[in-house]
């Protein structure tokens, strides 16, 4: 039911920015919180962030904190990843998804619904 869509992924060069836009269908958008994840060519599936229902508290993997915000507009159904000072090791196809009421955050099997994802490619 739930339908998750992903935007604004590209090629970039290290220490530019992009922003991530999922826009969310099907569902109560602000009962739940909202995750990123990313894939990187050959690696497993890694968090990246997660917002909670109001957008009042956030959480972050070390490897991004302080480069990248995650927001959401409820009023839009829209969840946002806004990514600075890119680095080439934020290469990978970038998820939203939908949090569960169980499960670890920081794990895939946290959440329900998933987008098709969007490619960040940063070049050095």
């Known amino acids: 039911q739930v339908q998750l869509v992903e935007s604004g992924g590209g090629l970039v060069q290290a220490g530019d920015s992009l922003r991530l836009s999922c826009s969310a269908s099907?569902?109560?958008?602000?009962?739940?919180?909202m995750g990123w994840f990313r894939q990187a060519p050959g690696k497993e599936r890694e968090f990246v962030a997660l917002?909670?229902?109001?957008?009042?508290?956030?959480w972050y993997a070390d490897s991004v904190k302080g480069r990248f915000t995650v927001s959401r507009d409820n009023a839009k159904n829209t969840v946002y990843l806004q990514m600075n000072s890119l680095k080439p090791e934020d290469t990978g196809v970038y998820y939203c998804?939908?949090?569960?009421?169980?499960?670890?955050?920081?794990?895939?099997?946290?959440?329900?619904?998933w987008g098709q994802g969007t490619q960040v490619t940063v070049s050095s």
């Open positions: 998804a939908r949090r569960r009421p169980y499960g670890d955050y920081d794990r895939p099997r946290g959440y329900d619904y």
């Open positions: 099907g569902g109560t958008f602000s009962n739940n919180h």
């Open positions: 917002i909670s229902r109001g957008g009042a508290s956030t």
